[in-house]
């Protein structure tokens, strides 16, 4: 079968490997559509968070193809969406619940970029989550981004009647926004650069914001006006979920949340960006990260997908074949023009008659 391994800054490879065989606890799938994260763009065009040789693609979905001996209620011709996370459950984070954070976790599944991929401990309901058939493919994809959106959402605990601002509107970006509103938030700013994403966000019930002709600062500080703290003045945002890994907006969410306020940053950045740490100190602000999801996060995307809550089909913009996998990383990289590439199986050519 053919793997997508990366080689090197700006090169993808797709390699013949031998096709995976599953153990007692394991399914292999049949990979349906593969999307290509924010990470794999780091990895892709800087070389960070990776080696060479290493399988690409994490979220995935498939039809499950062959099944362990000792794995229960999956069977073969099953479609499903697919938490890639495998955490150890015993070292220190995971005890305490916080499985994203396992030291070594031993079981994710990775090398979604594939024709097959072997998903091990796959545990139906938790790793895999059967698919209704009114949820295509495609949308099951979406289920690890849309775990990270929904963690992000989780652990900052917004005030969903107050000012929210959601700066970058990738995949992460968008499914954040998505994910607000399902809970009800009802005055919410999303801001970016790229006319297709803000295209897709826009009549979603939020407010878009081109960066590159409106100044956000000025925007957000007009829009709610400012509130004074002791020792700072400061915008009257709730919250801010920074999902751009632009290292401008960290700044700016910074100043124009109110004091007391939370700052989320979901969005990896590559790179060292000024905080100013007076600011955070004087307003008392909640600066988090949110780091990918736990088995809880996922199971609660899965139903925001199933029950129609989020719509995540519209931010679909590219589809590429697996042949075409460089291609791929080259047009997700190009934020003007992608939301969100998704990488399908080769069409099967007709039998010839």
């Not at 305490?96 to 072997?118: E, M």
Request: aromatic share 4%.
């Amino acid at each position: 079968m053919r793997s997508a391994v990366w080689e090197g800054v700006g090169r993808i490879g797709l390699i013949e490997v031998e096709d995976p065989v599953p153990g007692p606890e394991d399914v292999v799938l049949d990979v349906a559509a593969c999307g290509i994260c924010g990470s794999d763009v780091h990895a892709f065009a800087e070389g960070v968070w990776i080696a060479p040789g290493a399988p690409m693609g994490h979220e995935f979905s498939g039809t499950v193809s062959a099944v362990g001996t000792g794995v229960r209620g999956l069977k073969v011709g099953d479609r499903v969406a697919v938490n890639p996370m495998g955490p150890c459950g015993s070292c220190r984070q995971c005890s305490l619940g916080r499985t994203n954070l396992c030291a070594a976790p031993p079981s994710s599944a990775r090398g979604g970029l594939s024709d097959k991929v072997l998903v091990p401990a796959a545990e139906s309901g938790a790793r895999l989550h059967r698919m209704p058939d009114s949820m295509s493919v495609e949308e099951g994809a979406f289920l690890e981004p849309l775990s990270v959106a929904t963690r992000a959402v989780a652990t900052a605990a917004p005030e969903l009647d107050g000012p929210v601002v959601v700066a970058g509107l990738g995949s992460i970006g968008q499914s954040v926004l998505r994910v607000l509103l399902a809970y009800g938030a009802r005055d919410v700013v999303g801001i970016d650069v790229s006319p297709a994403r803000l295209a897709a966000a826009s009549g979603l019930g939020a407010t878009v914001l081109d960066a590159r002709t409106d100044d956000p600062r000025t925007y957000l500080l007009d829009r709610w006006g400012t509130s004074t703290s002791p020792y700072q003045v400061a915008g009257n945002v709730g919250t801010f979920f920074e999902c751009s890994g632009a290292p401008a907006m960290t700044a700016l969410a910074t100043e124009v949340v109110r004091a007391g306020g939370t700052v989320s940053i979901a969005g990896l950045v590559g790179a060292s960006p000024p905080v100013d740490l007076d600011t955070v100190v004087q307003k008392e602000l909640r600066l988090l990260g949110s780091f990918a999801y736990t088995g809880p996060d996922a199971t609660e995307a899965f139903r925001l997908l199933a029950d129609g809550l989020v719509d995540v089909a519209p931010l679909v913009s590219h589809r590429v074949p697996l042949s075409r996998v460089a291609e791929a990383f080259g047009t997700q990289h190009a934020v003007d023009g992608s939301v969100k590439v998704l990488v399908l199986p080769d069409p099967v050519a007709p039998e010839e008659t």
